[in-house]
């Protein structure tokens, strides 16, 4: 999703039958010789644990200046049992913010250089030694598609261009790649990491498929030869996907993606779907087919996926519920992380874009704590 204002963001929902029980893990497996999250069939196996998994999304957990805000809301998630929690871990800017603001990356005048202060990655270090504490696995993602924070517009104003050559262009994907290796060597040895994630809805609007899947190829292959031991995922909404198609603008294959194709790479161990009928000019009952044409197509790859972020301002628990129903009955999808957790912090009520679901209320209740015991 887009972050529509800059600090938040989606959604979760309800629904009355549990999929399964979870199970522990036997055998050889990744979780079993590394205790890092790892795949285990069609699902996810956390801390020896093979089950399917509720989680959310705070974007912007990073970027608060208040450690002890960090802290409250990884208590509020994991006393909620949301074990999977997905952050931006860029946030990219062209000229030096004032002193306070955070910052992970500067690019200026073909340059980049990556913050590493008290600013800088150190409060992405803070949110993942708090995450370690508390059991909570992070999924870090490392550049947006859309101008917030920075985005891949960022490093065009730096290195020319535009966002459709940004896959292409190998200054900007040096300068990319320069920055997935700080990051990913700061954490490898972390249990916090459930994975790694390559951008926040990427698309090339009009470009042969090929243009991302070859960027996917690369860059995966890329992280991997960094830290093997940690999942990674690409972070694209689903869109490109022929089998189940009812003709709609997300499943074409104009934003430049090939869902199948790109799930099929070797170095891409989940795939991801984000759910958002209201933007994409769809009834919101289309989104449970939406969720099990995705799932089928992640069963016959042999994949498990996450319907990672979705969400609608509009009774949410009514309709989000059906989501998260299909989703949890429906074999290949593994997981599901609403857009957006809320939390009260130190200086108020996180953002709200509509979406978010605060702590505590009584969407809350419907939305998570239902859901969580749902799935048993």
Same mark, same amino acid.
């Given at each position: 999703?887009?972050?529509?204002?800059?600090?938040?963001?989606?959604?979760?929902?309800?629904?009355?039958?549990?999929?399964?029980?979870?199970?522990?893990?036997?055998?050889?497996?990744?979780?079993?010789?590394?205790?890092?999250?790892?795949?285990?069939?069609?699902?996810?196996?956390?801390?020896?644990?093979?089950?399917?998994?509720?989680?959310?999304?705070?974007?912007?957990?990073?970027?608060?200046?208040?450690?002890?805000?960090?802290?409250?809301?990884?208590?509020?998630?994991?006393?909620?049992?949301?074990?999977?929690?997905?952050?931006?871990?860029?946030?990219?800017?062209?000229?030096?913010?004032?002193?306070?603001?955070?910052?992970?990356?500067?690019?200026?005048?073909?340059?980049?250089?990556?913050?590493?202060?008290?600013?800088?990655?150190?409060?992405?270090?803070?949110?993942?030694?708090?995450?370690?504490?508390?059991?909570?696995?992070?999924?870090?993602?490392?550049?947006?598609?859309?101008?917030?924070?920075?985005?891949?517009?960022?490093?065009?104003?730096?290195?020319?261009?535009?966002?459709?050559?940004?896959?292409?262009?190998?200054?900007?994907?040096?300068?990319?790649?320069?920055?997935?290796?700080?990051?990913?060597?700061?954490?490898?040895?972390?249990?916090?990491?459930?994975?790694?994630?390559?951008?926040?809805?990427?698309?090339?609007?009009?470009?042969?498929?090929?243009?991302?899947?070859?960027?996917?190829?690369?860059?995966?292959?890329?992280?991997?030869?960094?830290?093997?031991?940690?999942?990674?995922?690409?972070?694209?909404? #689903?869109?490109? +996907?022929?089998? !189940?198609?009812?003709?709609?603008?997300?499943? %074409?294959?104009?934003? &430049?993606? *090939?869902?199948? $194709?790109?799930?099929?790479?070797?170095?891409?161990?989940?795939?991801?779907?984000?759910?958002?009928?209201?933007?994409?000019?769809?009834?919101?009952?289309?989104?449970?087919?939406?969720?099990?044409?995705?799932?089928?197509?992640?069963?016959?790859?042999?994949?498990?996926?996450?319907?990672?972020?979705?969400?609608?301002?509009?009774?949410?628990?009514?309709?989000?519920?059906?989501?998260?129903?299909?989703?949890?009955?429906?074999?290949?999808?593994?997981?599901?992380?609403?857009?957006?957790? #809320?939390?009260? +912090?130190?200086? !108020?009520?996180?953002?709200?874009?509509?979406? %978010?679901?605060?702590? &505590?209320? *009584?969407?809350? $209740?419907?939305?998570?704590?239902?859901?969580?015991?749902?799935?048993?």
């Amino acid at each position: 999703m887009r972050a529509a204002f800059l600090p938040l963001l989606t959604l979760f929902g309800h629904h009355a039958f549990a999929r399964s029980t979870s199970r522990t893990a036997t055998g050889s497996s990744l979780a079993n010789s590394t205790g890092f999250p790892t795949t285990d069939g069609l699902d996810f196996n956390i801390d020896g644990t093979t089950s399917y998994y509720a989680g959310t999304n705070t974007y912007w957990l990073a970027f608060l200046n208040n450690n002890s805000d960090v802290d409250h809301v990884l208590d509020d998630l994991a006393s909620s049992d949301l074990k999977i929690l997905r952050i931006w871990g860029f946030n990219d800017v062209n000229t030096i913010p004032a002193s306070g603001t955070v910052w992970f990356q500067l690019h200026a005048n073909g340059t980049s250089t990556i913050n590493t202060g008290t600013d800088g990655l150190q409060k992405l270090d803070y949110v993942v030694s708090s995450a370690e504490s508390r059991g909570v696995k992070l999924i870090i993602n490392f550049v947006n598609n859309w101008d917030d924070y920075g985005g891949m517009y960022a490093y065009v104003v730096a290195y020319g261009g535009n966002q459709t050559s940004w896959y292409t262009n190998s200054q900007i994907q040096t300068a990319y790649q320069t920055y997935i290796k700080t990051v990913v060597n700061r954490y490898s040895s972390s249990s916090a990491i459930f994975a790694w994630e390559l951008a926040n809805e990427p698309r090339c609007n009009g470009c042969d498929t090929s243009v991302i899947t070859d960027w996917v190829n690369a860059t995966s292959a890329y992280i991997k030869s960094l830290d093997p031991n940690h999942l990674v995922t690409i972070g694209d909404e #689903g869109f490109g +996907l022929t089998n !189940g198609s009812d003709g709609s603008y997300p499943y %074409t294959f104009g934003e &430049g993606l *090939d869902f199948t $194709t790109n799930l099929n790479i070797p170095t891409i161990d989940f795939g991801t779907l984000h759910l958002y009928p209201d933007s994409w000019g769809e009834a919101l009952s289309w989104g449970s087919s939406w969720v099990s044409t995705h799932g089928a197509a992640c069963a016959a790859v042999g994949k498990p996926c996450i319907l990672e972020e979705f969400g609608t301002s509009s009774d949410q628990c009514a309709n989000e519920g059906p989501w998260q129903a299909t989703a949890l009955n429906t074999s290949g999808i593994a997981a599901d992380m609403f857009w957006q957790y #809320g939390d009260t +912090l130190s200086t !108020g009520e996180s953002p709200d874009d509509g979406n %978010t679901i605060y702590y &505590g209320s *009584d969407i809350y $209740t419907c939305i998570v704590t239902d859901h969580i015991q749902a799935i048993g």
